[in-house]
Every structure is written in structure tokens, then in C-alpha cells.
């Protein structure tokens, strides 16, 4: 963590900046906060812009001081032109998403909980890749997936494809990757972190790069910091293809059998998740939506499928199991790492799992939507 002065940088060590918060009571943690609400209402007066970029500044005197809260950037600016001071304890307060924990886990029954919703997402959506792009790429196509997970996606792609197509998947994990003896030999996995600027050598490289179901790690700054890294795996005139499950939209619903429950334990687990993790790191749906977000990226050609997980209602009930799976799994690695308010215990989790399921197995359902976005950068492919 790094606190910028004008002139003069100051190194903070941010685990030392947590332990020092750890200090705090709940009450002394609230004075911080409205510390900083004062501090920027007294520099900023009359007008404070907070810019789409997480960008929190006062612009209107240049006396009167600045401050940045760049989180793409994950260190955290302070800059004084003037007579203001900013308590660094103050900003600090604020948890980035780039530091939270990937709170779905990587245990085995995750790695085949990903498998299953593999299956479930593409024939529910009906391709694999986006009929725009499969009829354009060239015979030597690079296609990467990034935050990969196992590298399903990659895996079934290349049975399909030429075998002259290279495939590269990368995630910050290599936990759950298939084992290399099951992978097509022009399939390869390796570690990569799309929080962080990629490796030089594979900028420019890819026709295609194809992100899945990584919302759980996003946050605002994040949805643009992480398109930014990934536009730059591109070739020009390559392609994205982001593919995100709106789990804000999602809830239970009665099934058709007379029996079933009206589907709220199912609506219950998801609100917990959605606003535990919005509490906890401001976990969020692109706040101006897909289109918005890509052509800010400069990308062209976007072009957004919307469908609704029960679109098919044969796969109604697999939907609701991995929706299951992700929001009691999360909501139980949650329970063992904190004490904050409002948080469920493993033990509460565990009953309204149980609650859950039994919603799931009289017929209801949960259901959310499904958004694929594409966008290719300018230039020929
Ligand atoms: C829900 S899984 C989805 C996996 C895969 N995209 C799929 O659809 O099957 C999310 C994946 O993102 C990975 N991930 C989380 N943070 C990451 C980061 N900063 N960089 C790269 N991968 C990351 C996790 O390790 C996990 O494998």
C-alpha cells in the first residue's frame, strides 16, 4: 500500500495497516469513517466529482487538496496542494476487492461443481463461442480463457475446433486445473492474474480471449481494471467474449407441482451472499451495464445475449443444485473466517442449506439472468 504525497512517497506495508485496524472498536472504526466524509466535504466544497473510474477527487481550487482512491491502480493516492492533511488510517478503512478471498474455495466438490455448471451454462445458452466470432478466426487462431478454473471451457472448445488452434487458460489458481494428461495436447494451462497487467510477452497474442463467471472477485474499479488487462492480450480486430451470471436479479420460485414451496430458503441464501459480499468489498453488477462498460474500453462491435436461467425448464433443477452449491459453499467459508455483524455461522448455514435444498427437491427453483458480451478491438484480425 502506497500513500503518495505531492513531492515525497510513503511506503505503508498493508498487512501492518490491518493489524493496526484490527485495534479498533466497531464505534472507533465509525469515527474513521466519518472522518473521511468530513475531510472530503471540507475539501471539496462546493463540488466533489467521483469519477467512474473509482476516482474520488475535489477539482474545484488547487488549494484545497486531492484525493484519489484508485483501486485498479491497488494503492491509494494522496496528494496535498494545500493546507489539508488527510489521517492516513482514515482512507485505509476501506476494504479494496482486489484483496478480498475468493470465498467459493477450490476444494474438489468446487472443482466439480464448475464441471457440472460447464455443461448446464453452455447448453443453456446454446454455443460455446459466440456465433460472431467462430466464423471469422484464422486456421492459426490463439484463443485465451482467462480465470480459467479447471479449463473446461478450453478443453471442450478444442474438441470441436481445428486442431491447428492453440488454447491458453490462465487463473491466479492452479488448484483445480484438469490434470494435463486428460487436456487435448493444444490446450495449455498456466497461472495468471487478471487483477495485474499480464506479462508482456502476451500482449497483442490472442484472436480471442473468453472470461466466465469471475463476478465473484469484482468490485468498483475492478470490472475496468481487469477489461483493461485483458483488452491487452488482444490482437487487433480480436475479439472478447465475457460471459457473467447476474446473481442480483436472482430468487427463488414455485415450481409447477402443487407441491412445491414457494422457493424463499432459496431466495434467503442468495440475498445473504449478495449482501455479505456487498457489505464486505462492494461486490457489484457493472454499475452502467456491458455495453457501456466494453465501448469505455474502446472496444467495437459489442453486442449483448441476455437469457434467463429457465429459459429450458429441463435444466431448471441443475441451475438451482450449482446455485446452491456456490451460494451455501461461499456463505460457509465466510462463516469461518469472521465475527462482522450479520454474518450466518457454519451452523446456520448448514440448517438453511438444509432449508434450501428441501425447496429445490418439492420443485422450486432459483433463477437468475445470463449476459454474454462481445467486443473486438479496432484493427484487422
Ligand atoms: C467461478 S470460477 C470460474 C471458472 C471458469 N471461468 C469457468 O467458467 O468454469 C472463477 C475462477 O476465477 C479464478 N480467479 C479468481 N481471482 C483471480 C485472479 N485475480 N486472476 C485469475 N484468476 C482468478 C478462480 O481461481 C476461479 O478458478
Known amino acids: 500500500m502506497k500513500i503518495e504525497r505531492s513531492g515525497a512517497t510513503d511506503t505503508l506495508n498493508l498487512k501492518k495497516l490491518s493489524k493496526r485496524l484490527e485495534g479498533y472498536t466497531r464505534m472507533e472504526r465509525c469515527v474513521m469513517a466519518m472522518n473521511v466524509f468530513i475531510h472530503i466535504v471540507a475539501w471539496s466544497c462546493p463540488a466533489i466529482k467521483v469519477g467512474s473510474d473509482t476516482k474520488l477527487q475535489s477539482t474545484n481550487s488547487p488549494d484545497i487538496g486531492y484525493i484519489a482512491v484508485d483501486t485498479s ?16 488510517h482514515t482512507i485505509l478503512s476501506r476494504r479494496m ?64 475446433s481445428p486442431s491447428t488452434h492453440q488454447f491458453f487458460g490462465y487463473d491466479i489458481s492452479d488448484a483445480q486445473f484438469l490434470p494435463s494428461s486428460s487436456l487435448p495436447s493444444n490446450v495449455t494451462l ?29 468490485g468498483p474499479g475492478i470490472w475496468e481494471s481487469t477489461l483493461r488487462h485483458v483488452v491487452q492480450l488482444l490482437k487487433p480486430g480480436g475479439t472478447i467474449i465475457w460471459t457473467e451470471g447476474n446473481f442480483f436479479v436472482a430468487r427463488g420460485f414455485r415450481g409447477s407441482d402443487p407441491a412445491s414451496t414457494p422457493g424463499h430458503a432459496l431466495t434467503k441464501g442468495q440475498m445473504q451472499l449478495n449482501s455479505r459480499l456487498t ?19 474502446g472496444l467495437e462491435k459489442v453486442e449483448e445475449d441476455v437469457l434467463s436461467t429457465d429459459r429450458l425448464p429441463e435444466l431448471r ?41 428441501d425447496d429445490m427437491e418439492s420443485g422450486a427453483y432459483l433463477r437468475w439472468d445470463i449476459h454474454v458480451s462481445v467486443g473486438s478491438v479496432k484493427g484487422n484480425a
Not at 459466440?130 to 471442450?156: M, Y
Open 190 to 218: 498456466s497461472l495468471g492474474d487478471f487483477k495485474k497487467p499480464f506479462p508482456s510477452e502476451l500482449h497483442g497474442k490472442f484472436d480471442v480471449v473468453n472470461i466466465r463467471l469471475i463476478i465473484i472477485s469484482m
Open 317 to 357: 433443477r441443475d441451475f438451482t443444485e450449482i446455485g446452491i452449491g456456490a451460494v451455501f459453499g461461499a456463505l460457509g467459508n465466510m462463516a469461518g473466517a469472521g465475527e462482522e455483524e450479520g454474518f450466518w455461522s457454519a451452523g446456520e448455514v448448514g440448517e438453511k442449506r438444509k432449508e434450501a435444498v
Open 279 to 297: 457489505k464486505r468489498f462492494g461486490y457489484n453488477w457493472p454499475p452502467n451495464g456491458w455495453r457501456a462498460l466494453f465501448e469505455e474500453a
Open 73 to 88: 491502480a491497488h494503492y491509494i493516492r494522496v496528494k496535498e496542494l494545500g493546507r489539508h492533511q488527510c489521517s492516513q
Open 97 to 160: 476487492a482486489y484483496d478480498e478471498p475468493y470465498w467459493l474455495g477450490r476444494a474438489s466438490a468446487e472443482q466439480q461443481r464448475l464441471i457440472k455448471q460447464h455443461y448446464t451454462w453452455t447448453k443453456s445458452i446454446g454455443y460455446l463461442l459466440h456465433p460472431s466470432i467462430a466464423s471469422a478466426l484464422p486456421s492459426n487462431a490463439q484463443i485465451a480463457d482467462v480465470g480459467t478454473g479447471t479449463g473446461i471451457w478450453l478443453s471442450e472448445l478444442s474438441k470441436t
